[in-house]
C-alpha cells in the first residue's frame, strides 16, 4: 500500500513496539504530528516544555525498561535542544531513537530558516545518525535505527527527515523486527583464562559497572559473587545490579565511593571488572590504581578494553552470557579470610553523617524506609547525587537512573517523568540540588499537565554544593558564582505550575511529607532546606590513590 513518510514513521513506530513519544512540534515535523494525532489511541505523546526535557524523559523511560526511548522535535533550535540528552544517553549507553525534521530537500545547504545539519553535530554523541532525503528508504532507516540503538553495547540513533519526505508517498510493506540476537564474540581459551585467574586468586575483588543492568545479569552476577566468594563494589552506573544487603556488597567504588570498597580495590590480587569502563572518578589515578592485582574484564565493547587500565585478561562479550558459562564451569570456592576481613572493614568504616540536624542522607535513608526501597530514584548531578548513591540501599536493576557520564545537571525531572510514564506502578523520585532543579524545573509543567504523580525532593542549600565543597577544601573558601541565595521560592513556584509543595526544615517534618507525597495522586514537589556547608564522604582528593579517601573524621583529626 502506498503511504506517506509520515504515516511510515508511524506505522514504523508501532512496529517497533513503542507505545510512548516525547516530544515538541514545530513547522517541519508538523506532518508526523499530524499523523500521531489519528493514532494517538496508540501512541501516547507527552508534550514536555523544553525539547532537551524530551530527550532527558525518553532517556528515563529507556533506563527504567530496558526499551528504546523514543523522542521527537522540530528542525534547528529544536533539534539542537536535543544535543545534551542525546549526549547523556551516549555517555550511558542509554537505547535511544530521536527522530527531527529537516527543511525540505531544496533548501538544504542554504542557510533556509531553522536549518541546521543536526546529524552532523550529533555525530560524535550518537552510535549512528541517518538524514533522509528519500521516501523510498525511510522504513528501512526507521527500522535500522532501532537495532542499532539496542544491539551490542546500546546507545542513541538520530534519524533527520527533510519535511517533503514526510509529504511524500512510497509503497509500505509491514515487517515483524528482526530478533536482536546475543553473539558469541569470545573463545573458550577467553574463559579459560579467565578461570585459571579465578582459581588462582587469594583475594578476589568483583568491581560491577553499568552493563551489568544493560544485559540483564543480575542474577548470573549474584551466582558468580556467591560461587567464588567474593566481594562487591560497584559504581555510580551498577546500582541495583547487586543487591545492597547483601554481606558481600562493599557500597560504590572510586571519589566518592566507601572506604571498604577503596582500599579492598587496593589490596586485592585479582580485580574483576564486569561491564565497567575505569572512569576516572572510579580509578582516580590509572598508575597507581589497583597496582597489586591482577585485572580480568569482561565487557561486550572491545574498545574498553586496555582503554584505561590494562588487562591482565580480557572476555568480550555479552556479560549475562559470559557470566552464565563462568558460573557452569567454575567450582565453588571459599575465601573465608578475604571477606571476613573486608566484612571486619564494613563495620568499622561504616558511611556517617551528623545526626543532629536535617541532612539529605537522613532524607534518603527515611525515603529507603518508607518506600521499602522499592522506588525509582532519578537525580541530577552533585552532591544529592551521591548520597542518594550512597545512603538508599537498591536491590533491583533499573531502579537508580543518574546521568553518570556526562554528568548532566537538569537531567532528572525529565528521566523522572519517563520513568513514570514506563512504570506508573513504581514510586518514582527525583533528588535534585537546587541548582539543577532550576535548569529544567519547568517540565514541572509537565508534570501537572498530565497529572504524572512523581515526587520531586529539592535538597536545597542555596549553594552550588558540589562545587563549593571542592572551593572549601581545595581553593581557599573562595566562593566564586556558587552562592545562590536570591528571592526564588520554589514552594510558590511549584504551585505555579500546577504541583503540589511541601516545604521541610525539621527531621520530624520528613516523614510525613513523604506519606502524603506518595500518597497525593499527583505532583508533589518537598522543598527540603538543609545546611550550605554539609560536605559528602568519603572523598578521594583528584590525581590521589583510591585507597586515600578521607571523611569528616580525617579532616578533624589532621586539622587537631
Same mark, same amino acid.
Given at each position: 500500500m502506498q503511504l506517506t513518510g509520515s504515516q511510515i514513521v508511524v506505522e514504523c513506530l508501532k512496529e517497533q513496539g513503542v507505545d510512548t513519544v516525547f516530544g515538541y512540534p514545530g513547522g517541519t515535523i508538523l506532518n508526523i504530528y499530524d499523523e500521531l494525532y489519528k493514532h494517538s489511541n496508540e501512541i501516547h505523546h507527552v508534550?514536555?516544555?523544553?525539547?532537551?526535557?524530551?530527550?532527558?524523559?525518553?532517556?528515563?523511560?529507556?533506563? *527504567?525498561?530496558?526499551?528504546?526511548?523514543?523522542?521527537?522535535?522540530?528542525?534547528?533550535? +529544536? *533539534?539542537?535542544?536535543?544535543?545534551? +540528552?542525546?549526549? =547523556? *544517553?551516549?555517555?550511558?549507553?542509554?537505547?535511544?531513537?530521536?527522530? =527531527?525534521?529537516?527543511v525540505v530537500l531544496p533548501l538544504l545547504g542554504k542557510d533556509t530558516f531553522?536549518?541546521?545539519?543536526? %546529524?552532523?553535530? =550529533?555525530?560524535?554523541?550518537?552510535?549512528?545518525?541517518?538524514?533522509?532525503?528519500?521516501?523510498?528508504?525511510?522504513?528501512?532507516? @526507521?527500522?535500522?535505527?532501532?537495532?542499532?540503538?539496542?544491539?551490542?553495547?546500546?546507545?542513541?540513533?538520530l534519524v533527520d527527515i527533510t519535511k517533503d519526505v514526510t509529504a511524500n508517498k512510497c509503497d509500505f510493506v509491514k515487517k515483524t523486527p528482526d530478533a536482536i540476537t546475543v553473539e558469541k564474540k569470545y573463545t573458550d581459551a577467553d574463559i579459560e583464562k579467565a578461570m585459571d585467574l579465578i582459581k588462582a586468586a587469594k583475594r578476589p575483588y568483583i568491581y560491577v559497572g553499568g552493563g551489568a543492568i544493560i544485559s540483564g545479569a543480575s542474577e548470573e552476577l549474584a551466582t558468580f559473587a556467591e560461587k567464588i566468594?567474593?566481594?562487591?563494589?560497584?559504581?555510580?552506573?551498577?546500582?541495583? %545490579?547487586?543487591?545492597?544487603?547483601?554481606?558481600?556488597?562493599?557500597?560504590?567504588?572510586?571519589?566518592?565511593?566507601? /572506604? =571498604?570498597?577503596?582500599?579492598?580495590?587496593?589490596?586485592?590480587?585479582?580485580? @574483576?571488572?564486569?561491564?565497567? &569502563?575505569?572512569?576516572?572518578?572510579?580509578?582516580?589515578?590509572?598508575?597507581?590504581? *589497583?597496582? /597489586?592485582?591482577?585485572?580480568?574484564?569482561?565487557?561486550?565493547?572491545?574498545?574498553?578494553?586496555?582503554?584505561?587500565?590494562?588487562?591482565?585478561?580480557?572476555?568480550?562479550?555479552?556479560l549475562k552470557m559470559v557470566l552464565a558459562e563462568l558460573n557452569a564451569k567454575l567450582p565453588d570456592i571459599s575465601h573465608k579470610d578475604w571477606t571476613d576481613k573486608i566484612k571486619q572493614m564494613?563495620?568499622?568504616?561504616?558511611?556517617?553523617?551528623?545526626?543532629?540536624?536535617?541532612?539529605?542522607?537522613?532524607?534518603?535513608?527515611?525515603?529507603? /524506609?518508607?518506600?521499602?526501597?522499592?522506588?525509582? @530514584?532519578?537525580?541530577?548531578?552533585?552532591?544529592?547525587?551521591?548520597?542518594?548513591?550512597?545512603?538508599?540501599?537498591?536491590?533491583?536493576? &533499573?531502579?537508580?537512573?543518574?546521568?553518570?557520564?556526562?554528568?548532566?545537571?537538569?537531567?532528572?525531572?525529565?528521566?523522572?517523568?519517563?520513568?513514570?510514564?514506563?512504570?506508573?506502578?513504581?514510586?518514582?523520585?527525583?533528588?535534585?540540588?537546587?541548582?539543577?532543579?532550576?535548569?529544567?524545573?519547568?517540565?514541572?509543567?509537565?508534570?501537572?499537565?498530565?497529572? @504524572?504523580?512523581?515526587?520531586?525532593?529539592?535538597?536545597?542549600?542555596?549553594?552550588?554544593?558540589m562545587v563549593r565543597q571542592w572551593q572549601t577544601l581545595f581553593y581557599g573558601q573562595r566562593y566564586s558564582q556558587t552562592v545562590l541565595e536570591d528571592k526564588v521560592d520554589f514552594v510558590k513556584v511549584a504551585e505555579g505550575l500546577g504541583c503540589e509543595a511541601i516545604r521541610i526544615t525539621k527531621k520530624e517534618e520528613v516523614e510525613p511529607a513523604l506519606k502524603k507525597a506518595i500518597a497525593a495522586g499527583g505532583p508533589v514537589v518537598l522543598d527540603c532546606i538543609i545546611e550550605e556547608d554539609d560536605k559528602v564522604f568519603p572523598m578521594v582528593p583528584g590525581g590521589a590513590p583510591i585507597s586515600d579517601a578521607f571523611d569528616e573524621a580525617d579532616l578533624l583529626a589532621k586539622e587537631s
Open positions: 508534550l514536555t516544555s523544553h525539547e532537551q526535557g524530551a530527550s532527558h524523559a525518553a532517556d528515563g523511560y529507556a533506563r *527504567a525498561t530496558g526499551k528504546v526511548g523514543v523522542c521527537m522535535a522540530t528542525s534547528g533550535p +529544536g *533539534a539542537t535542544n536535543l544535543v545534551t +540528552g542525546i549526549a =547523556t *544517553a551516549y555517555m550511558d549507553s542509554v537505547p535511544m531513537v530521536a527522530i =527531527t525534521a529537516n531553522q536549518e541546521v545539519d543536526i %546529524a552532523g553535530v =550529533t555525530m560524535p554523541i550518537t552510535k549512528h545518525g541517518f538524514i533522509v532525503k528519500d521516501v523510498s528508504i525511510l522504513a528501512d532507516t @526507521i527500522r535500522k535505527a532501532f537495532a542499532i540503538a539496542k544491539s551490542g553495547r546500546p546507545g542513541p540513533v566468594d567474593a566481594p562487591v563494589c560497584d559504581t555510580l552506573m551498577a546500582k541495583g %545490579a547487586f543487591n545492597a544487603y547483601s554481606d558481600l556488597y562493599t557500597g560504590m567504588i572510586g571519589m566518592h565511593g566507601t /572506604k =571498604t570498597s577503596n582500599i579492598g580495590v587496593s589490596e586485592c590480587d585479582l580485580l @574483576i571488572a564486569l561491564g565497567a &569502563r575505569f572512569s576516572d572518578r572510579v580509578i582516580s589515578n590509572a598508575k597507581i590504581f *589497583a597496582k /597489586k592485582a591482577k585485572v580480568l574484564h569482561i565487557d561486550i565493547d572491545a574498545a574498553e578494553i586496555n582503554k584505561n587500565i590494562k588487562t591482565t585478561a580480557s572476555v568480550v562479550g555479552d564494613k563495620k568499622d568504616m561504616p558511611l556517617t553523617y551528623p545526626k543532629n540536624k536535617l541532612t539529605c542522607p537522613y532524607i534518603l535513608e527515611t525515603l529507603d /524506609k518508607v518506600t521499602e526501597g522499592k522506588a525509582i @530514584i532519578t537525580t541530577d548531578v552533585g552532591q544529592h547525587q551521591m548520597w542518594a548513591s550512597q545512603f538508599y540501599r537498591y536491590t533491583e536493576p &533499573r531502579t537508580f537512573l543518574t546521568s553518570g557520564g556526562l554528568g548532566t545537571m537538569g537531567y532528572g525531572l525529565g528521566a523522572c517523568i519517563g520513568a513514570k510514564v514506563a512504570r506508573p506502578e513504581k514510586t518514582v523520585v527525583n533528588i535534585a540540588g537546587d541548582g539543577c532543579f532550576r535548569m529544567n524545573m519547568n517540565e514541572l509543567a509537565t508534570a501537572s499537565r498530565y497529572n @504524572i504523580p512523581i515526587i520531586q525532593i529539592v535538597i536545597n542549600n542555596h549553594v552550588l554544593g
